[in-house]
């Protein structure tokens, strides 16, 4: 008999499997369909020998040193600062959008100041900021959202920005000074040694036993459990009784080339051109050295694992149907970006696990 049976070992199940097997010395069956734990975030070394993420760039990045201390008991870190380009109109220039970005794009040389009053005389007023689109051209204008955003929202979401949440694009900011970098965060690093390492570390208890290429479908009245946690995406879970909630999808095509580099940062947007959405050069993310280099480019699609939640009014409608579902199901807990609904990045996830366990913590002992 488990005491819990935890779906999913991304960081949401790995965070709760670590704190229950370690701090209340429970017996715990972590189960994922796939081949590997670390969820998203699975890293591995490709047939030339070179760490990749199977899933696409995953870079760690916090404001919070209690989430930050906390994996670092799984981890040693590798400083690294996120730098990110965009191909527009020809030119590779830095997203997000500042003081550089507009100077190259425009042959200008403005100072920050200026540059606050040239946003200021192309910004567009919009009475009540709710969509992505909003969120833009309140700040720098049409020509930047469209030559920027407009696309490449398109391509990444199906959608027009004017269609999601403006939580999307506000996860970009606009600088009016010459900070390039991708991130805003106080703590932004790499693990060193691979997320594949800070997952089998964080997994080591002889009271967690991991099973991968396991359904939970398959073992749920199978294996003796007393309690569920569940972090795949909650529409199955209730077997899509109130519809299929979208989730978009990405295609990965991961090439290896035979020079030492490509590109001269880890990762180029596309937002005007090509199918794909962004190229990811690992070896800038890793530090690792190699005489090839491996790439990935992401083309977004409809069909394929479910990777990101579509934050607008409609589809937080139908979750908020499923999340009274799951309020009403006693001794599961719902956690992580696919069983909330949430575009979380993984100290989010990680946070929201932390505080599901002082959560688990105070009903067990109060028998609330
Ligand atoms: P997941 O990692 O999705 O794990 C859920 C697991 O549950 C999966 O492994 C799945 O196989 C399993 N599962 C689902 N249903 C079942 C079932 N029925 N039975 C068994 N197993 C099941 N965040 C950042 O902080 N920085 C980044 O740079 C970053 N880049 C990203 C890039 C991409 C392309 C994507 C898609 C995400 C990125 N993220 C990034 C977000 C990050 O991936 C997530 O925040 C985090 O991995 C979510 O963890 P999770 O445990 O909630 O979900
Ligand atoms: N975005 C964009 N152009 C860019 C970068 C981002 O339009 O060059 C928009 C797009 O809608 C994207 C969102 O901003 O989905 C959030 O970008 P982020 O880089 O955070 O996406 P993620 O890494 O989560 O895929």
Redesign the pocket.
């Known amino acids: 008999m488990y005491d819990w049976l935890i779906v999913g070992a991304g960081f949401a199940g790995s965070v709760l499997a670590e704190r229950l097997a370690s701090q209340r010395n429970e017996r715990v069956l972590l189960v994922d369909r796939r081949p590997h734990v670390g969820g998203n975030a699975h890293d591995y070394y490709n047939d030339d020998g070179i760490l990749i993420h199977q899933y696409g760039p995953h870079i760690f990045h916090t404001n919070s040193k209690q989430i930050f201390d906390y994996l670092s008991s799984f981890t040693k870190w590798r400083p690294y600062s996120h730098r990110?380009l965009?191909e527009v109109d020809g030119m590779l220039v830095p997203?997000p959008i500042n003081l550089d970005t507009v100077n190259q794009l425009y042959g200008l040389d403005l100072n920050s100041e200026q540059l606050a009053d040239w946003f200021s005389a192309r910004a567009e007023k919009v009475d009540s900021i709710c969509t992505?689109e909003d969120v833009v051209v309140s700040v720098v204008g049409r020509e930047l959202y469209e030559k920027?955003?407009?696309g490449?929202?398109r391509k990444?979401?199906g959608l027009d920005?004017s269609k999601?949440d403006k939580s999307?694009?506000a996860?970009?900011p606009v600088r009016t000074d010459r900070n390039d970098l991708?991130f805003s965060d106080e703590y932004q690093f790499m693990p060193r040694h691979g997320y594949h390492r800070l997952f089998e570390n964080m997994l080591r208890s002889s009271n967690i036993h991991v099973m991968t290429q396991t359904d939970y479908r398959d073992v749920k009245d199978r294996i003796p459990h007393r309690r569920v946690i569940y972090t795949g995406p909650i529409d199955e879970y209730f077997e899509f009784c109130f519809g299929r909630l979208p989730y978009r999808s990405l295609q990965f095509e991961h090439v290896t080339r035979d020079v030492p580099w490509h590109q001269p940062v880890a990762v180029v947007?596309y937002?005007q051109t090509k199918d794909y959405t962004r190229v990811t050069e690992y070896k800038h993310l890793t530090g690792q050295s190699h005489p090839k280099t491996t790439l990935s480019y992401e083309y977004p699609s409809d069909v394929g694992d479910p990777y990101?939640p579509v934050p607008n009014a409609e589809n937080q409608e139908r979750f908020k149907k499923y999340e009274c579902l799951a309020m009403n199901t006693p001794d599961v807990w719902f956690v992580g970006r696919l069983a909330t609904y949430r575009?979380y990045n993984m100290d989010q996830v990680v946070g929201q696990a932390l505080s599901t366990f002082r959560r688990i913590c105070n009903t067990v002992e109060t028998g609330s």
């Open positions: 990110v965009a997203i992505s920027f955003f407009q490449y929202t990444q979401w920005p999601l999307v694009t996860r970009v991708y947007n937002p990101y575009y």
